[in-house]
């Protein structure tokens, strides 16, 4: 399929050219996974087994098919096809309310066979996909009060439906999305600025009123300020003796003693940063925040010599997602900001998580792969 340029310039051909695969995307994502999975088989190392690493090695393998599904898929067809999309999200966000399975307070799963599922994290690419097609269908429009207010309903839906579960992070994660695409889209700052100004305030509402926030989300954000050292600040402390105990250069691979005696609750999850701040002290962390800063750096460039209004809205939709993830995560991890429950991309153990970022890398070769730089 061709295209003429905005510029007004020479077609832009949008079929996949040889040699355009973004090799040094692919070389940051791979590292960020042997990372994540050497910090795996290190805490399974220290419990005596492999069962978090063995597992994270599965669905990995099982990772490889939304990778090559959104690798090989015409982005056009995904954009042809937005509202089946949306629909789409809708239901499997309504079957969680249904159908899915709950734990430590929250209903997120649901069970397909041996595999759970977790629609609230897929829902953030798919939102990102429709989004993009919104957009990109009324790139004309796009400084409207009109195009604005729909933009809004159209993830008003599946936020709804998120924060109900509750995943708090997640519709955070959302929001996130709207704000980045819409920057890109090139929404009115003003519009973008009472967003960000009016969720705050509702933000701040329901830290106030009883019942809109389940009390552990509540206790998570007291902890920044106090908080219980044995209760609500426990982990954030545990998490800080690890960094403290790494130093400059770690105690060294396999031998953190606050990993080894299990005192960094989820450390596999959310706080799996604190693997590498223990044993590969202040330079292993810094190595690997370069590592996500090539790798969004990789992204950046995607937005940057997209021709194609879709295809750059949706780098920029995924570049505002996993730039999300990282940033709260690793701020979390530090005591900088709440603990929300979010990720560390490529990196934290979970299925859904990882199919997440898989999908999300496939989808942006696929782009940069499509896109021949514009001649004038």
Known sequence: MSGVSQAGGPLVESRPHKGRIDGWLILATLLLLVVGLMSLYSIDYSAGGSRHFSRQLLRLAIGGLPLLLFLLVNPKALQRNATAIYLLN??????????????????????????????????????????????????????????????????????????????????????????????????????????????????AVAFTVPGVLKDYQLERVRAMFGGDPQGSKFQVLRAQYAFAAGGLTGVGYLKGEQKRAGFVPEQHTDFIFTVIGEEGGLVGCTLVLAAFGFFFYRIWLIILRASDPFYRLLAAGIYSVLAFHALVNIGMNLELLPVVGLWLPFMSYGGTAIWLCLASVGLLLNIRARERPVLF
């Open 90 to 203: 809708l239901g499997l966000l309504a079957l969680v309310l249904i159908a899915g399975q709950r734990s430590g307070g929250a209903q997120r799963w649901v069970s397909m066979g041996p595999i759970e599922f977790q629609p609230s994290e897929m829902a953030k690419l798919l939102t990102v996909i429709t989004l993009a097609a919104f957009f990109a269908q009324r790139q004309e429009h796009v400084g409207r009060l009109g195009t604005y207010a729909l933009s809004l309903l159209h993830i008003a839906v599946p936020l709804g439906l998120i924060f109900v579960q509750p995943h708090l992070g997640a519709s955070l994660a959302i929001l996130i999305a709207w704000l980045g695409v819409s920057l890109v889209a090139g929404v009115r700052f003003r519009y973008l600025a009472a967003t960000v100004l009016g969720a705050a305030a509702l933000l």
